[in-house]
């Protein structure tokens, strides 16, 4: 038993690293171009990562906010415009993974925009 999860773990490790830089070459389609059995796939793959993905955006926006709490306070809102972006990076960004990232027609935006003005 022992002996095929270790050849399993092997050969899921090596097929990962051979193909990680190949996946930018495939022409996918969106998906909207699915058809309805593929569109239930990627809607299932979307809850699945999601459900994982979720609680560290959650963590995230949390801390985010502490932060930029503290920041104002800290400061005595001398400091809001920092305040202000950390808040806006922390609670902005992709709280869900939508099927159209699967596809890799749309990239995940962790944490908001780079480009923030009060």
Request: proline content about 4%.
């Amino acid at each position: 038993m022992r002996k095929t999860f270790v050849i399993l773990m092997l050969t899921l490790c090596t097929s990962f690293f051979v193909q990680c830089p190949f996946s930018n070459d495939a022409n996918a389609k969106t998906y909207a171009e699915h058809e309805t059995a593929g569109k239930a796939g990627l809607i299932t793959g979307s809850v699945v990562t999601s459900a994982v993905y979720i609680p560290f955006k959650l963590a995230y926006a949390v801390l985010g906010g502490v932060t930029s709490g503290l920041v104002y306070t800290v400061s005595m809102a001398k400091e809001a415009e920092a305040a202000h972006r950390i808040a806006t990076k922390a609670f902005t960004g992709d709280w869900y993974i939508h099927p159209n990232i699967l596809t890799s027609h749309e990239y995940l935006n962790f944490s908001g925009p780079d480009d923030i003005s009060p």
